[in-house]
């Protein structure tokens, strides 16, 4: 309570400290029984009980997350997650039942998925900000659907005219040579009518000219929900090029192939070692060493995952202002790497029983590295217009749907 | 009673906090000090219900809140009539409970898997319409043949000759199924014969090689048959798709870690599922051969001699160990198939039973299991 003023005072007057630390005060031990508990009552409610139980979750999660001397409140209703949750089964039901009169093919679904992802984007964003609050204030996001579909119109038609000039390119390679490379190392003959048709060829190309842009679209998509989000007045900006995504992006890859061929340098080497001095004796040794060479090359790609969280982290968080604050975010990629490792085999080897634990180290730890300065919070007001966009959200106040920022 | 609870208040119009205190007065009325604003009765205002530690807001009609984690004080105020909705707080704060939850859950888990989502999937399958099964199956075909599957190199006599046989082994009561026999080269498949859910019957080449007498086809031919007859391919999807729906609807926060242990129990799962449908399969065709007539030890003797050529006769081939193992077969998915089948012969998909399997075809008078 000692940092708080005096109820009345000047606005100019503050007593809040320059940096606000981030904190995170939830316990695994308590967050088990709240995860347990509301898998139970999921359960015993055929589900329905699991929209309760998403809110509650997140509830623990926001509350306990406190910024100088206050905490974050998630305010979402049940009803409106339970209500998203029945129009997804109803679309999936829809889209079964279409199936049988209109069989939609692999890449049919891609695109429908590519051009439907914008809406998605926008729609679970806008849930989402409305339904976080810091200091009574509610965050929001402003994006319409024309300014989301407008920021990915470009590259996705880029990516879809790379397609298709691949495709055709595809095409005018015959239909042997092709059958050739899609049987590449199959040893046995093909009868000379067996062929591979282009069109299976289709969803490969366009992952293949996808891959380039990732980066891209990624800062893109960053670039829309950072800068159409606001807390009460004040605006956030984020103030990053696409190249930062670009290096994280690219030094991440080399990494993860670098730290992936030492696991396996080692493990081969330590294995011929093993081979070399035991000789016949170590052939009882054998799958055990099969094991832990297997273990040691996917730990060594989880660990390396943390470069790609870490960075891109604070590559975002680093870069952007919310009015006049600006936000700190120094996490460490040995930090994150060594929680990801840790993590992943407390959940493998407690059968998923401290699959809570896990998530409540992460969130200590991200807040323990997290900090926001420069903020003059009291004079932040809510929105005038507040009200007024909260009516045209209704809309889409069914839409939740877990997308990480 | 008149116990205060110290913390926040905030206008709703602003970011500033006052500190301030909230307590009850003899009126039921909610008293702020300082007096930011009026008593507002207990009432008029939303208490969000305990979750873990987390502060407790008051909320009022006018957007302003008051935040404490005073909970002792505001379970106080809500023991006033009309409010019950800490319950399942009292639930998430006792050990016991959370133990009691957790032994329940594990027990769900375990039963759904071992017995709710075979027994729904049979009775789903049973129940899915022709419109439904039978665009599946020839979509599988399709897939098949373009992936995997080689045009038949059989002579069209022959083939006549096969197809024949197969008219006299169906089921003479009603289906639901338009029954086919079609001849392919398997590939990679090798030896092999598969049942989708349209009801279309796949026998490779390379199997049709394999057999010294047609009665060993015939054979192959019943234990697909007992397949399709028991739905098994189709029960199989709706097992996976339903535990996929079950596992992502209950634990909704599972992330890229744990969804690795997730896959576990699937796998688990899927096989005991296909030994059990091996066992149905089996006890079809051991039926329908005693009662057309035909001897049993057929069916022995082509999975002695498939097994022996899987083992013995091709042990410098990289996957051996891969085909007494896999487990998964004649499934419609044709992703999945064109993954997991390589290699797979349906009639040993789990090496420990073969042995078995193939002693209950030798005693030919003995009684289904
Ligand atoms: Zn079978």
Redesign the interface.
Known sequence: ?ET?????QH?EQTDEPAALEFEF??SGR??????????????ITL?IF?A???V??E??F???LRLG???F?YLADPVQILKGRIIAFGLLAIY?AG??FV?VTAMGLLIIGVLALPAILVAASRFKMRNSS????RFRFTASFTEAYRTFIKPIAIILGLSAIGYLLLYQIDPETLTAMANNG?T?E??D??R??PE?FLPTVFYLALFPFLPYLDYLRVKLLMNHTRW?NQQARINAGAGGFYRVFVVGFLLSGAIATLAMVVVFAVGALIGMTLGEIAEPLLPAGVVIAVLLVYGSM?YSAGYWRAERTNLIYGNTRVGDASIGSVLTFHQVGKL?VT??LA??FS???L?PW??VRMAQYIASVTSVTGAD??????DSDAQQGALGEGMVDAFDL?IGL | MNSGANGHYYDGQTARAHAAELRINGANELELTPALRGPTAVADVRISSRVGNTPRRIEFTDGALFETSDHHAVDQWLSQPGNSSGWIHRLESKTTYALGALAIVALFVAVSVKWGVPWSSKYIAQALPESITIPLGDQAVKSMDKLILHPTQLAPERITELQNQFWQLLPTEQTGYEYQLLFRGGGRLGANAFALPNGTIIMTDELVAQAEADEELQSILLHEIGHLQHHHSLRQIIAHTSLAVLTSTLTGDITAAGSLAIGAPNVLMEASFSRQMETEADTYALNQMQYLGLPTEHFANIMERLEFAACCEDKDKENDGAVQDASREEVGDPAESQQNTSGTLDFFSSHPLTEERIARFRQNSSPPW
């Open positions: 309570m708080i003023q005096p109820a009345i606005p005060l939830g308590e967050y088990f029984n709240i995860w347990i508990v509301n898998i139970f009552l999921s359960i589900g699991s309760w139980a998403k509650r979750r509830q623990y926001y509350g306990n001397q206050h905490h409140a079964w199936w049988n069989p810091y200091r009574n204030i199959q046995e093909l009868p009518d067996f591979v048709i299976d009460g989880i990801y993590n992943t959940i493998l059968a998923g029983l699959i896990a998530h919070l009291d004079k932040v007001v809510m877990d």
